[in-house]
């Protein structure tokens, strides 16, 4: 089963290094990892995807929690999250081919970035199967070049608050919780994906 695990980890040189030594010494294969920086100076977060069951799922929650940059470990497929992945792919587009593929671009929600003489790049973000849906579609064009940024996730909203609480970051009795409304439009509750 594919796990989405997150981990706070201090933001200072060897980290990454020393999270994928851990990964190789152990044997765990990694899908997908993906540092950058958070709100707070100090702190970066890691998105890790592996691939295993529940036990080695544990282990590597249980491993990565004992490295000493490591601030809090989540494996954020236990509960409701969201992921990203974003690429940027440089497709072959002959002029009389651009119409077709910017018009699969515009169904995927992504962006055209650039044009050249006989190519498009564009922009293409959501969950990895979504990429991975356009990519075989666009792959019959020819693609030159792709880069991905790999999967970030983050836990759902209506969670936040208690995982501050969880944290030390929000006192139980604070007034500055999010709060739900059900007059909300449907818009304004779920984001487009």
Avoid: C, W
């Avoid at 695990?5 to 020393?18: F, Q, W």
């Avoid at 070049?145 to 009795?173: F, N």
């Amino acid at each position: 089963m594919r796990h989405v695990i997150s981990a706070l980890v201090t933001n200072e040189p060897g980290v990454l290094a020393n999270v994928a030594g851990m990964f190789a010494a152990r044997g765990f294969n990694i899908d997908s990892l993906v540092v950058g920086r958070t709100e707070d100076d100090e702190l970066s977060r890691m998105t890790v995807v592996v691939e295993g069951d529940q036990n080695v799922i544990r282990q590597v929650q249980e491993q990565l929690a004992k490295l000493v940059p490591v601030a809090r470990v989540r494996n954020l497929t236990q509960s409701a999250y969201v992921e990203r992945d974003l690429a940027l792919v440089k497709i072959d587009a002959p002029p009389e081919k651009r119409h077709e593929i910017t018009e699969l671009v515009n169904m995927f929600r992504g962006n055209v970035v650039d044009v050249g003489p006989e190519s498009m790049s564009v922009e293409i973000s959501g969950r990895e199967e979504k990429v991975e849906a356009f990519v075989d579609l666009v792959g019959p064009y020819g693609i030159q070049e792709m880069a991905r940024t790999g999967v970030i996730a983050i836990a759902r909203g209506t969670q936040s608050d208690r995982l501050r609480k969880r944290y030390g970051r929000v006192e139980p009795d604070d007034q500055s919780k999010r709060v739900r409304s059900l007059d909300n439009a449907s818009g304004e509750s779920l984001p487009p994906s």
